[in-house]
């Protein structure tokens, strides 16, 4: 039977939950929790990550090993590796609903109960000790680690309120529980680790070795069950950088994670994460992600900060922009965006960038540079083989204009009629569709690739209308 908090049969007190054999009457462990239902998923044929790209034969493996180990794991990686995102994705390991003791600051287990409110109550009320159910996505905590952030953040501090109400200061229900506490039977995430101060790291010790906290000089044995994952550059990570020894000896797993190794990978993650409000055909996206991958390459780009996978993400959303601009500006239907629109990229996102000292005054260059590279690969890539020079010849003689405020209607109007556009439009996924904005899109690669092997020319005129002759 699943128990749901809407449902007339879900156990509301701890008789009634033993009663039933519900499985969730039996204290289980967070981490034995997600062993359990990451064995199911493997066993089962299902997916446990859904939405992870690109991690199938590397970090995803290495993750399900500590997982099924019990250990605390931090994950290491530059910024915009899915890090994040990956942590997220251990709430699905939860089982969906939880029983919890109505009431209880922690989220106790009604049949085991840590704090001294909560053993008090359930030694007065016995069966009659109330329960509430807990979906699984309360039982997920994550914190950015900042320099301003507290112990009393993260563990708990007294509470003056409660001492003012006639408690004594060494009575441990004056204490406000903090971020780790609180996620007790759950996931605690943390990212960037090494931000946090040093006397903060040292706080987190006994949480992760002992399982208790300590405030204000007393020690409460509370027997906290989370699992504490975190997020970290490598550069911070190590014993030159800012992480305490001890903390880092704590966590039992360390998962390297990377950008995408193929290039098709980090295609289907643009098309996966991207908002675009108009059509990118998919060699367009492939040529942002090449463009990704130049940049990580490139000298020129500071690589200890990284180029992230927002870059191509955010990208891909401005080559939308750009077609869905030009259809507002010509008024054509279902907009499709094409290579020329691709120009736009080095102007809006260079300041993501981060460049290498000495290269003040040329980002704009290189950035154009490697653009151009990426749309040569891709183009090699997809129409290799192909024999253009009867499109270049018949281009030279009738040169085709596009540009931001050319219909796709237009360009397709302009093109020769070349029997090598036919197998030009297939390879790019232009075939079957009377729509023009696709076959624009990929007669407009194809001409690039001429230009940029010097078999054609192209000429920008002060109206930004491009001509290819």
């Not at 919890?100 to 106790?108: D, F, N, P, R």
């Not at 408690?167 to 406000?176: K, Q, V, W």
Request: hydrophobic fraction near 40%; glycine fraction near 8%.
């Amino acid at each position: 039977m699943e128990y749901v908090p809407d449902s007339p049969e879900h156990p509301r007190t701890l008789g009634a939950l033993r009663a039933t054999g519900h499985p969730a009457f039996a204290a289980r462990g967070v981490k034995a929790e997600i062993r359990d239902n990451l064995l199911a998923a493997l066993r089962a044929g299902r997916d446990p990550w859904p939405g992870i790209v690109g991690f199938g034969d590397t970090v995803l493996p290495q993750l399900e090993r500590a997982l099924i180990a019990g250990h605390d794991v931090v994950l290491l990686g530059e910024r915009g590796q899915g890090k994040t995102r990956l942590l997220r994705s251990l709430v699905a390991l939860l089982d969906e609903w939880s029983p919890v003791i109505e009431g209880s600051e922690l989220g106790e287990h009604p049949a085991e109960p840590i704090t001294p409110a909560s053993r008090r109550r359930a030694k007065e009320l016995g069966d009659d000790l109330p329960v509430a159910w807990r979906h699984r996505d309360e039982r997920y905590t994550e914190k950015l680690a900042t320099p301003d952030t507290s112990v009393a953040d993260l563990i708990g501090d007294v509470d003056p309120v409660k001492v003012a109400e006639g408690r004594s200061l060494g009575d441990p229900e004056t204490i406000h529980y903090g971020l780790v506490p609180r996620a007790h039977r759950g996931v605690v995430a943390i990212n960037e680790l090494p931000d946090l101060a040093e006397r903060i790291q040292v706080a987190l010790l006994n949480v992760m070795e002992e399982r208790d906290i300590q405030v204000r000089g007393y020690t409460l044995r509370l027997p906290l069950d989370v699992l504490l994952v975190a997020s970290a550059n490598p550069e911070d990570y190590t014993n030159r950088g800012r992480i305490i020894t001890p903390l880092k000896d704590r966590f039992g797993a360390e998962v390297r994670t990377h950008y995408p190794l193929e290039v098709s990978d980090e295609v289907d993650l643009i098309a996966q994460e991207a908002g675009l409000v108009a059509e990118v055909p998919r060699h367009l996206l492939e040529v942002l992600a090449r463009f990704s991958r130049q940049l990580r390459e490139s000298t020129a780009i500071d690589q200890r900060s990284g180029v992230s996978a927002r870059f191509a993400i955010a990208a891909a959303e401005i080559v939308a922009a750009a077609a869905l601009r030009r259809s507002a500006l010509t008024g054509e239907d279902a907009p499709v965006a094409r290579p020329v629109d691709l120009d736009v990229v080095p102007d809006v996102l260079r300041g993501k960038l981060e460049f290498e000292s000495g290269e003040e005054g040329r980002e704009q260059e290189i950035l154009a540079h490697l653009l151009r590279k990426a749309t040569a690969e891709t183009a090699r890539a997809r129409l290799g083989g192909l024999d253009l020079n009867p499109l270049a010849e018949a281009v030279a003689q009738h040169p085709v204009r596009t540009g931001e405020r050319v219909t796709a209607a237009a360009v397709v109007e302009a093109l020769p009629r070349v029997p090598v556009l036919t197998e030009v439009a297939r390879r790019l996924g232009a075939e079957g569709t009377e729509a023009p904005g696709p076959m624009a899109s990929a007669a407009e690669l194809a001409l690039e690739l001429l230009f940029l092997t010097r078999r054609l020319a192209k000429d920008t005129s002060d109206d930004d209308t491009v001509r290819y002759g």
